[in-house]
């Protein structure tokens, strides 16, 4: 059984953000709260209010859910939970990555977390990544994803103890 996560931290827009730009956003961060797994922003951003505080709940470590939330959201847009307003479509969420890509805006994610087994130290220390926007181009077409990535310098322990990197030896 996996040991559940919990994380408290910030979400701050990187890069020249428009209002149209944080219109598409809001929608999408909104989604990221409607499921079991994932995060919930206190409120949406704005041209003014460009960080927003959040809590999320996981399994095993908390940079598993954020690495996921590109996948599962589009998962979310075609299977929404039973007895939820979507506010997000496909074409409201590929706008976004399309416009992340093309301008190099960000989302900045810094959080702490805690869970089951973790010391003190490992509850006070913060983590850092980012969300971004990429583009492929295959001949004429072009694919727009969105990715997660850590900014940490060092490999993180997971909630069960043991070094990532070590499991994949």
Same mark, same amino acid.
């Given at each position: 059984?996996?040991?559940?996560?919990?994380?408290?931290?910030?979400?701050?827009?990187?890069?020249? #953000?428009?209002?149209? $730009?944080?219109?598409?956003?809001?929608?999408?961060?909104?989604?990221?709260?409607?499921?079991?797994?994932?995060?919930?922003?206190?409120?949406?951003?704005?041209?003014?209010?460009?960080?927003?505080?959040?809590?999320?709940?996981?399994? #095993?470590?908390?940079?598993?859910?954020?690495?996921?939330?590109?996948?599962?959201? !589009?998962?979310?847009?075609?299977?929404?939970?039973?007895?939820?307003?979507?506010?997000?479509?496909?074409?409201?969420?590929?706008?976004?990555?399309?416009?992340?890509? !093309?301008?190099?805006?960000?989302?900045?994610?810094?959080?702490?977390?805690?869970?089951?087994?973790?010391?003190?130290?490992?509850?006070?220390?913060?983590?850092?990544?980012?969300?971004?926007?990429?583009?492929?181009?295959?001949?004429? !077409?072009?694919?727009?994803?969105?990715?997660?990535?850590?900014? $940490?310098?060092?490999?993180? $322990?997971?909630?069960?103890?043991? $070094?990532?990197? !070590?499991?994949?030896?």
């Amino acid at each position: 059984m996996a040991n559940l996560t919990r994380a408290d931290g910030t979400l701050t827009l990187a890069g020249n #953000w428009a209002q149209e $730009d944080i219109a598409l956003l809001n929608p999408v961060v909104k989604s990221w709260a409607l499921h079991d797994y994932g995060l919930s922003a206190d409120g949406p951003f704005s041209v003014e209010r460009r960080e927003v505080s959040f809590f999320g709940d996981g399994a #095993w470590d908390f940079y598993g859910v954020l690495e996921n939330l590109p996948e599962w959201t !589009e998962d979310w847009i075609e299977h929404p939970k039973p007895g939820t307003e979507q506010p997000l479509n496909r074409e409201t969420y590929e706008a976004l990555i399309r416009v992340m890509a !093309e301008k190099e805006l960000s989302i900045s994610v810094v959080f702490t977390e805690e869970c089951e087994g973790m010391s003190q130290e490992e509850r006070e220390e913060e983590h850092r990544g980012a969300f971004h926007g990429e583009v492929e181009v295959d001949g004429e !077409e072009r694919f727009y994803s969105l990715w997660y990535g850590d900014l $940490d310098d060092e490999d993180d $322990d997971d909630c069960d103890g043991e $070094d990532e990197d !070590e499991e994949d030896e």
